[in-house]
């Protein structure tokens, strides 16, 4: 055979070209679930084909614009033929625009339909229109179109049936929001999937196309409004130069139905104002923030407002001037207020001087309730400490009567293994939500009071905080995204099961195969109770190493304040365990309703899963099971680890099912998750046992390395340090 150099060459190039085209083409997760890959199953594709044959969109906003191309290549995808946009109505249209545009949607949906879907709300309906079958999506607003589009697809994503159609759907929640802790250097606080989307080097001229990728994305699932920056703020994101780039954003989420918050740093007054004071109470100050609005306002006219974080964990506030958190909150509230902005004011505060970190939020905010301008929210974490894998819910929810109160969920995995281990959110989110403050009585769930229904508030909302970086698959864990995407589908409707959503997820992310949805399904809903068994079970918190907050350190204790080290929140000794918020104790059980803190008073009937958030317990109280408490922690390290390898092994069982490339990525990340079950099982269970004293129960396989080993771990590379 002759071989020559240019073939050799030509070869290779050929190869190296097929390569890149193969990677192209890979499944890499950046489509998100919006794939809208062609229908395999021949029926249910014909059955689809006959029912859509075109597409008619009533109007020629932006919003309306993007709702047309959605239709146009969901459908293309989805059908796998395109499907012509036709100003004539044919049997198999698809009409969409609002009902103001189009008479033929009028003749169909009554006033009275039409105002129950609400301002961002759509209706879906199948009618027989002069003979023709066609298929309406209609709202009151552009917005709502766009959402009924998603919707739609979203049917033909999960394979639901399109031939009679009546859907009516209104968002639960006002506000509907993502909050990015992006520095303006790009690195994000809490980040695991790489660093900021937001170029602010290449902005405002270089327009990423990721940015519209995102904007489709959040409106899919009904997200309204992303604050941009970190809580921990950057006064320059204020300034002429930043604020354009700022604008370019807005401008491009603007059709979506997204609107931009940005993060103000309270002492920005000093920092770019040249002032020598940020006091909220003086007069200077609150005519720079007036001007910084209204420049704000001339880049971007519709700017939702400002989130703020203040006298918390170092940042600079009113109490820097002798002021509350109500006098910082309403300087901005009535900057923003001609221009109908809001501002969302967070209750994340905790000081030394408290006797319990847990008690604090509610000592600061409980008494300015009723204070705050109508334009303000208090952003309240949905626990009383941080985004621990389970915290009962933050008393502050059902305490402020007078205040708007936003409910705040971590989607970054700060402590649930952050994007290396398979934790899917909605079950923690809905168990929040779902607990009763009996602030009025029995059914004063955290959901109505964040509604606004229990007290009528007139702004509400939900905010999680995001996992999204510039990975390539947007979150780094491939199922990060599935907490993204329930935080939007939970903010939309909270009714919605966790079930429900991981359904959908399932099937519009990967695949259809019922096989697949359902095995992928066991193991999103096991895989809450399993980390949080193998982390922190019984009500176990913060055992986190310091900084990184990854691995467990239990017996940490060298920072200077107590409420940062883990050993003041598990408190063990050689009697028991746990932190006794009881009248014996802190009495923080006295935040809540009486009968919440009945609930939880009684070592004896208190909720197991909450038990050493109340209570210091003995070793050997017996527990509900019959085992001991030092047992029955055994037996949960035990069990959580014994579950993530269960979800391993079923995870390995469904290879043929999906893509190699999503499928290898998932299962290495889980092979590093069981490890780290281990560890920390055998980390914690070692640590307490130097003070249980007591053997573990027969039949468990003994940690293989000493306390030594796990002391001696550190994690110089971890994120966070
Ligand atoms: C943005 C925790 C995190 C911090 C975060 C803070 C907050 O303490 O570890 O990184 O700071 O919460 O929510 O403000």
Redesign the pocket.
Known sequence: MRYSIANTKTTILLLVLLMSSARLYAEDGYDLWLRYKTVTDGKLLLAYRNTISTITVAGESATLLAAKEELQNGLKGLLGKNIPVKNLLHNGSLLAGTASQSAVTRQYISKEEMASAGGEGFIIRSVNHQGKNIIIITANNDIGVLYGCFHFLRLLQTRQSISKLAIVSAPTLQLRLLNH?DNLDRYV??GYAGISIWNWHTLPDYIDPRYIDYARANASIGINGVSLT???ANAMVLTESYLKKVAVLANIFRPYGIKVYLTARFSAPIEIGKLRTADPLNDTVQKWWNDKAKEIYKWIPDFGGFLV?AN??GQPGPQNYGRDHADGANMLADAVAPYKGIVMW?A?VYSQQSDDRFKQAYAEFKPLDGKFRKNVLVQV?NGPI??QPREPFSPLFGAMEQTSLLMEFQITQ?YLGQATHLVYEAPMFKEVLGTDTYAKGKGSTVAKVIDGSLYHNSLNGMTG?SNIGNDRNWTGHPFGQANWYALGRLAWDYNLSSEEIADEWIRETFSNDPSFVAATKKIMLLSHKALVNYMTPLGLNHLFGNGH?YGPAPWSNNLPRPDWNPVYFHKADSFGIGFDRTVTGTNALDQYAPEVREQYENLNTCDEKYLLWFHHVSWKHKMKSGRTLWDELCYYYYKGTEDIKKIEQQWHQLEKHIDKERFQHVRQLLSIQVKEAEWWRNACLLYFQTFSKIPFPAGYEKPDKSLEYYKSLNFPYAP?N
Do not use: Y
Request: a neutral charge; aromatic letters at 16%.
């Open positions: 802790w606080e809490r970190n809580v921990n974080k918390s964990e967070r994340f974490k941080d985004f700060e905080v907050h966070g």
